[in-house]
């Protein structure tokens, strides 16, 4: 009888990582995840995931590795006999590229080109799949509204330079060795489990300790920005279809709709009930809280809430992003199930009970636990 089939994922300890480590875990997978050394735990995401290594038929395992390293992607690959890898690991902030462009490139770029090699060396070409995490970053300055699989690209950060590399590489590959890889051309995807310096999260983390008293002020960049948002559980499972299809092919994922950044932190206040004015703007220069509402808000009517601050500008900005997902809807049957006002709930109720935690050890130290008392 044929074993689980097994997956590889590089980036295991991120956002996407930890939703897909748990789907393809759900579907009867074995799963190995590449993990890189640090200093501190990095595996929050997917310590609920953990087997212990010495029980029998441990289907989650973690490796050590680093994708600017291919002696070692050779060896988990040998090791593992993957009959997917999905390529989720990357310097993944924009503005971050900028300050690491050298690394970023590596890590990004070369990193997908050190995994399809590992495949071709190993002779996996006919048992391995690869998916590639692609992005809407490559359509930059935007040529075409809305965006889908042969808008024309024009990167404009460093990260999007590298990830256009990966692109063409996992394309190549395809090409010249008849791999079956593919690449997922992404929009922005978020949840709980975001990291905390992407907008999204900054803004639902930083509004919800505003309103308990734990921070006075959310500074933002550009606030006009605009972009695609969903939610990446659902995201994953179209990383996991694109690998199950007769023919590899290259999917835009995306909602259809479009919101501002702006407009994303007044759902996120809409949600926590209370109302936000913003830096120039309201009854007086600086922008005040206008009314407050609702048992959570704390926060006092003349509280700053969000000013501009010029240091999250980057040097070439992508104002807007909109993705067509038509072709995945057509070929795949695939559609987002969440909205972004779902999905702003979800990210506010989590940020709201971890700021609870932090306001009551704040007010209460360790006696906020002690029940017995
Ligand atoms: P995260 O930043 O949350 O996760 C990135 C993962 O990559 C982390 O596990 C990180 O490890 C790991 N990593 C970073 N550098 C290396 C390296 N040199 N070697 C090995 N591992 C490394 O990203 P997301 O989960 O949000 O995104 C997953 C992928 O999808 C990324 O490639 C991203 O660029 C791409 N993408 C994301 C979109 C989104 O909106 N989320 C949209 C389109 C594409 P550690 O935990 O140690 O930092
Ligand atoms: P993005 O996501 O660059 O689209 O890349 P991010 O959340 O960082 O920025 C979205 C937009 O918000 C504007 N912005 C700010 N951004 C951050 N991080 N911090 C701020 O304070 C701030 N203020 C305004 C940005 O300028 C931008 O326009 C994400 C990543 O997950 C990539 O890996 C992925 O490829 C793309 O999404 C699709």
């Not at 200093?39 to 929050?44: A, G, K, P, Y």
């Not at 970023?104 to 048992?127: C, H, Q, V, Y």
């Not at 179209?238 to 501002?260: C, K, R």
Request: hydrophobic share 40%; proline share 4%.
């Amino acid at each position: 009888m044929a074993g689980p089939k097994v997956a590889l994922i590089t980036g295991v300890t991120g956002q996407d990582g930890a939703y897909l480590a748990e789907l393809l875990l759900d579907k009867g997978y074995e799963v190995h995840g590449i993990k890189r050394r640090s200093s501190l735990f990095n595996t929050d995401r997917v310590d609920h995931l953990y087997q212990d290594p010495h029980v029998d038929h441990q289907r989650f395992k973690l490796h050590y590795g680093d994708l600017t390293d291919s002696t070692n992607l050779i060896r988990i690959i040998q090791q593992v006999q993957p009959d997917e890898i999905y390529n989720l690991a990357a310097m993944s902030h924009v503005a971050v590229s900028f300050e690491t462009p050298e690394y970023t490139a590596n890590a990004d770029g070369i990193g997908t080109l050190r995994i399809l090699e590992a495949i071709r060396i190993l002779g996996l070409e006919k048992k391995t799949r690869f998916y590639q995490a692609s992005t809407s970053e490559l359509y930059g300055l935007v040529q075409e509204i809305p965006q889908k699989e042969t808008t024309p690209f024009y990167p404009r950060s460093p990260y999007a330079v590298a990830k256009m590399y990966a692109y063409w590489i996992t394309v190549n590959y395809r090409e010249a060795y008849g791999l079956y890889a593919c690449n997922g051309i992404l929009f922005n995807h978020e949840s709980p489990l975001r990291g905390e310096t992407f907008v999204t999260r900054k803004i639902t983390r930083a509004i919800t300790r505003i309103s308990l008293g734990l921070q006075d002020c959310l500074y933002l960049g550009n606030m006009s920005a605009l972009r695609d948002w969903g939610h990446a559980k659902d995201y994953v499972e179209m990383q996991w279809l694109m690998l199950q299809q007769e023919q590899p092919e290259d999917f835009v994922i995306a909602t259809g709709v479009q919101y501002s950044v702006r407009q994303f932190v007044e759902f996120a206040a809409q949600e926590l009930g209370i109302t936000v004015a913003f830096e120039g703007e309201g009854v007086n220069e600086i922008g005040v809280v206008k009314s407050v509402s609702g048992d959570k808000a704390r926060c006092k009517v003349g509280d700053v809430i969000v000013r501009v601050d010029p240091r999250y500008f980057r040097p070439t900005e992508v104002e807007t992003l909109l993705g067509d997902p038509s072709k995945a809807k057509a070929k795949l049957g695939w559609e987002p199930k969440t909205t972004l006002k779902e999905l702003v709930a979800e990210m506010v109720q989590a940020d709201y009970t971890a700021a609870r935690r932090d306001s009551l050890v704040k007010i209460a130290g360790f006696q906020a636990y002690d029940y017995n008392e």
